[in-house]
């Protein structure tokens, strides 16, 4: 049975951190990349950050680089997203995804978590 299982999402005040995790299983863990996915009330599922299984290719929206960090521990088949400096855009429901190739596009992703609310209040 394939799992993804986010943590981690909460409130948070702006300037604030939090860390996301998301424990892959079954063959979600199986797939080149992991990617962090949100969307906000009334828009479009937006690509935030991804990571491959191997070689820890890492790549980030322009809305967030400098201020999250993708990273995996690959012994224990969890990906994470250290989010810094939050600001209230960046408030969303959070998904954690994996693909069987390295790119943004949702569509490349089959497995998918439930998602993971963030409210960064100003």
């Known amino acids: 049975q394939v799992q993804l299982v986010e943590s981690g999402g909460g409130l948070v005040q702006a300037g604030g951190s939090l860390r996301l995790s998301c424990a892959a299983s079954?063959?979600?863990?199986?797939?080149?990349?992991m990617g962090w996915f949100r969307q906000a009330p009334g828009k479009e599922r937006e690509f935030v950050a991804r990571?491959?299984?191997?070689?820890?290719?890492?790549n980030y929206a322009d809305s967030v680089k400098g201020r999250f960090t993708i990273s995996r521990d690959s012994a224990k088949n969890t990906v994470y997203l250290q989010m810094n400096s939050l600001k209230p855009e960046d408030t969303a429901v959070y998904y954690c995804?994996?693909?069987?190739?390295?790119?943004?596009?949702?569509?490349?992703?089959?497995?998918w978590g439930q998602g993971t609310q963030v409210t960064v209040s100003s």
């Open positions: 079954g063959r979600a863990f199986n797939r080149n990349t």
């Open positions: 990571i491959t299984w191997s070689g820890g290719y890492t």
């Open positions: 995804a994996a693909g069987p190739r390295n790119n943004p596009y949702p569509g490349n992703y089959d497995y």
